[in-house]
Every structure is written in structure tokens, then in C-alpha cells.
């Protein structure tokens, strides 16, 4: 009898850690969800931070030149020089 209870036992522990393993917390499917969602957060701070340069790049570009604030202010709000004939062409 005694040597029926220990393979018994050791299964039947096998068992609840093969469950665990693939319908637990932390089971396969959870992992790869997780590393799913870890993907589109890296992707997400990737382009957050491409945009974040972008206008760092801008911002020192109006307090080093006034270049970029005269660009602005003819695109933007339609600004032009004194004796100056603005034309504007579209596609």
C-alpha cells in the first residue's frame, strides 16, 4: 500500500504544477499577453519620445534663431513683411 501512495502523491503534484504552468498566474498564455502589451508600451514610449525631440529640436530652434519665428508667423498666421507682397500657392 505505502508503495502505491508516493507515485500516487508525486502525480498528482505533477499535475497541479502542469495546471499551474499553463492555466495559472504566470502560465504561458499570461506571459505572452504580457509581453504583447510590454511591446505596444515600448512602441507607444518610442514614438512619445520621437515627438518629445521633435519639439526639443523646435523649441531650440526659436530660442536660438528668429528664423523658425519668422517661418511660423508667415505659415501660421499669414504674417508679412512691411512692402512686401505675400502669394501663396496650393496643390
Known amino acids: 500500500m505505502a508503495n502505491r501512495v ?3 502523491l508525486l502525480i498528482a503534484l505533477l499535475l497541479v504544477l ?3 504552468l499553463w492555466f495559472g498566474r504566470g502560465s504561458v498564455r499570461d506571459v505572452a499577453r ?6 505596444a508600451q ?8 520621437q515627438a518629445n525631440e521633435r ?4 523649441v531650440r530652434d526659436l530660442k536660438e534663431g ?7 508667423a508667415r505659415m501660421e498666421l499669414g504674417m508679412v513683411k512691411p512692402n512686401e507682397i505675400y502669394i501663396q500657392i496650393s496643390k
Do not use: I
Not at 515600448?42 to 519620445?49: C, I, L, M, V
Not at 519639439?55 to 523646435?58: I, S
Open 34 to 39: 504580457m509581453e504583447q502589451k510590454l511591446q
Open 18 to 20: 502542469h495546471a499551474q
Open 55 to 58: 519639439l526639443a529640436a523646435e
Open 42 to 49: 515600448k512602441d507607444a514610449n518610442e514614438r512619445a519620445r
Open 66 to 72: 528668429l528664423e523658425m519665428v519668422e517661418e511660423k
Open 6 to 8: 508516493v507515485p500516487a
